[in-house]
T-cell receptor, first 114, second 112 residues
Framework: ETGVTQTPRHLVMGMTNKKSLKCEQH?????MYWYKQSAKKPLELMFV???????ENNSVPSRFSPECPNSSHLFLHLHTLQPEDSALYLC?????????????FGPGTRLTVL | SQQGEEDPQALSIQEGENATMNCSYK?????LQWYRQNSGRGLVHLIL?????REKHSGRLRVTLDTSKKSSSLLITASRAADTASYFC????????????FGAGTILRVKS
């Protein structure tokens, strides 16, 4: 399998549920990202991991908890979300954080919070 | 805000016509990137143009960059229905590890 994969592709959860989003990249990259894309808003960077270390947390609420066990896998743990958290969550990877390089995106997880 | 802003917000053309989208940004950059997103899917990188380049081609895509005006344009020639998508420019924030900042995008619809 190539590129960046994300599971699940669709997720519906209640506000009291706990769920996790998974991302895997098969590109040998060292940087991985979580983005949030809401309707009619620009893409928002949430977290950045570089060589498994978190380098960016853009003031994301603690109900979103990222985990990067290795350079190929990235998780986003979700807990007590709000309806306004409904969005498309995109994972991306690149060679390394901080340098000029393109990002490769997964297909996204469409999250609906009821 | 460094955010790139695309113009127009939406564009509808006939198959075979050319489509031009523009992007303006506010801070100094070392490169500018264009991405495409099909409805509800992930973004696909199209092209990267460095700040010392003025024009770059890739297949039916032509990108220009004018750093004096802090603007870029993406031209898609001989458009196809499959080009229907949202197009985003992204600029790196050099003060924050070249974090990419995306614009709101141009929605392109190519009618067959």
């Amino acid at each position: 399998e190539t590129g960046v994969t994300q599971t699940p592709r669709h997720l519906v959860m209640g506000m009291t549920n706990k769920k996790s989003l998974k991302c895997e990249q098969h590109l040998g990259h060292n940087a991985m990202y979580w983005y949030k894309q809401s309707a009619k808003k620009p893409l928002e960077l949430m977290f950045v991991y570089n060589f498994k270390e978190q380098t960016e947390n853009n003031s994301v609420p603690s109900r979103f908890s990222p985990e990067c066990p290795n350079s190929s896998h990235l998780f986003l743990h979700l807990h007590t979300l709000q309806p306004e958290d409904s969005a498309l969550y995109l994972c991306a990877s690149s060679q390394v954080w901080g340098r000029v390089n393109e990002q490769f995106f997964g297909p996204g997880t469409r999250l609906t919070v009821l | 805000s460094q955010q790139g802003e695309e113009d127009p917000q939406a564009l509808s053309i006939q198959e075979g016509e050319n489509a031009t989208m523009n992007c303006s940004y506010k801070t100094s950059i070392n490169n500018l990137q264009w991405y495409r997103q099909n409805s509800g899917r992930g973004l696909v990188h199209l092209i990267l143009i460095r700040s010392n380049e003025r024009e770059k081609h890739s297949g039916r895509l032509r990108v220009t960059l004018d750093t004096s005006k802090k603007s870029s344009s993406l031209l898609i020639t001989a458009s196809r229905a499959a080009d229907t998508a949202s197009y985003f420019c992204a600029t790196p924030n050099m003060e924050y590890g070249n974090k990419l900042v995306f614009g709101a995008g141009t929605i392109l619809r190519v009618k067959s």
